[in-house]
């Protein structure tokens, strides 16, 4: 009898469902924050409590880069991101300017657990997982992440798309223009797609089972993104009493319902895991990276650019440009690399010191009120990026601990500005993402020590699977 029979779950679980006998049960919230969900939440959501109270629960350490990919695919996988070849969603061809791509799961170069539990004959059911689509077959369901290209292929096996549509209506995968929209609108879609989510998870749990069951919701990170001002007093641009002031609380609450209703999948010795890719933190601003690299003569524009616009490789002046950078939750910088790049400049043999003398530019960096930025720029080859694989940036910048969003585009007057460029914002992510584990084993109460490389080895520990080669996590001992 593992710790779910005791008081606190008992209340929540009100029989599992028959059909379904998970070993392994993950609940993925993209964009969790541990400290609304451990801290200033937690009396008001029972259910997250209660796995708390019975199980053991930390902050979960991100991957490098702390950004939704690579860090599921990192989380799910055990290896580091830079080994994978994942610096992000888009990514350049290297040895070309223009030439890029949007990682989808035909980047993904290692097996997901649900890869490997699939070979071992165990059955599987995955819903939502970022990086998933094109979908791959699996011993068991998977519904992938948004289409991309045209097609509209997202579930294997196919015919599941008929079921999911008598299920719960169309599918929604995402809010569309959620950065752009009317508040309110994206708020109610945020809200309609995570149920629909939930729902769609625990019917197809039902209907089709599974020994390792996972979802996803985006909706906490599309949240976080719009109204973060609004739960944090410390955030710059935080106004008390306003009409958004307790929506992230109610969408919080939602999620613990939702929660409290998937859980009765789980059977009593099933593994609980709630979990999130990164968390939130207060945005700051954009620090005008491209326009940096100008003023500092890395980056040289064929003419000066006389008003805002996004960076595009047919501006720059190759045959005098170093560097030049991409924007983002954190930053990527780019060599100018001779013999790698058409028009490369920089001689492999200087490259070194150049990484060296703009990581120690950028480190030192202040920000409007003189302080410096805290900013930290990550070498390829370094303890965070192991063995860079794939198309790789030369230096990743988080720009004040990534609380300062990397911004792209040129032509700025001001280095600092309060917006970031690509639409509304107000978190960025934080390294530290949310980790809750219930289920049979020692409850521990809060640990520390958390890592996302961790996950996977320690889910796969449960079906006597050994991890995946470049794995750098461990075997939790939960
Ligand atoms: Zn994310």
Not at 250 to 277: F, G, N, Q
């Amino acid at each position: 009898m593992g710790e779910w029979t005791s008081a606190g779950l008992s209340a929540i679980l009100h029989g599992v469902t028959a059909a379904a006998r998970p070993s392994v049960l993950v609940i993925g919230l993209d964009c969790l924050a541990p400290d609304l969900v451990f801290d200033r939440y937690r009396e008001q959501l029972p259910t997250f409590a209660a796995l708390m109270d019975q199980g053991t629960w930390g902050p979960l350490r991100s991957a490098d880069p702390p950004i939704t990919i690579p860090a599921w695919t990192c989380m799910m996988t055990g290896v580091p991101a830079s080994r994978l070849g994942l610096y992000g969603f888009r990514h350049r061809r290297l040895g070309s300017y223009a030439d890029k791509y949007l990682a989808n799961a035909n980047h993904v170069r290692a097996p997901r657990v649900w890869d490997v539990l699939s070979r071992a004959g165990r059955s599987v059911g995955v819903l939502g997982v970022p990086q998933t689509w094109p979908p791959a077959p699996v011993n068991g369901f998977l519904v992938s992440d948004a289409p991309a290209g045209g097609s509209r292929a997202f579930t294997f096996p196919a015919e599941l798309e008929n079921e999911i549509e008598r299920t719960v209506g169309r599918y929604q995968f995402d809010v569309e223009g959620f950065r752009m929209a009317d508040p309110d609108r994206v708020l109610a879609a945020i809200a309609a797609i995570t149920r629909q989510r939930f729902e769609l998870f625990r019917a197809l749990g039902t209907s089709r089972g599974g020994d390792f069951l996972m979802m996803v919701d985006m909706g906490p990170d599309r949240l976080h993104h719009l109204f973060y001002r609004h739960c944090d007093p410390a955030h710059p641009r935080h106004r008390p009493a306003h009409r958004h002031s307790g929506v992230v609380l109610d969408y919080y609450r939602l999620l613990d319902a939702e929660l409290a209703l998937t859980l009765r999948l789980a059977p009593a010795d099933c593994h609980v895991l709630v979990v999130s890719d990164h968390g939130a933190q207060p945005m700051l601003g954009g620090f005008c990276l491209n326009d940096w690299l100008v003023a500092r003569g890395y980056l040289r524009l064929k003419c000066p650019v006389p008003a805002v616009r996004d960076f595009h490789e047919s501006l720059v002046d190759w045959s005098r440009t170093r560097a030049w950078a991409w924007g983002g939750h954190c930053g990527r910088i780019f060599l100018n690399l001779r013999g790698r790049e058409p028009e490369g400049t920089v001689a492999p043999d200087q490259a070194p010191t150049l990484l060296q003398e703009i990581a120690h530019e950028l480190e030192a960096e202040l920000d409007a009120s003189g302080r410096p930025m805290g900013n930290r720029v990550l070498r390829m080859g370094g303890s965070e990026l192991p063995d860079p694989a794939g198309d790789h940036p030369d230096l990743i910048v988080y720009l004040g601990e990534m609380r300062w969003r990397a911004l792209g585009s040129i032509g700025h007057a001001d280095l600092f500005q309060l917006e970031n460029d690509t639409g509304a914002d107000d978190a960025s992510h934080h390294p530290m993402g949310v980790f809750i584990h219930c289920g049979p084993g020692r409850p521990q109460g809060h640990r520390a020590d958390l890592r996302i490389l961790d996950v996977a080895p320690t889910i796969l520990s449960w079906f006597n699977q050994q991890p995946v080669d470049g794995c750098d996590g461990r075997v939790l001992d939960l």
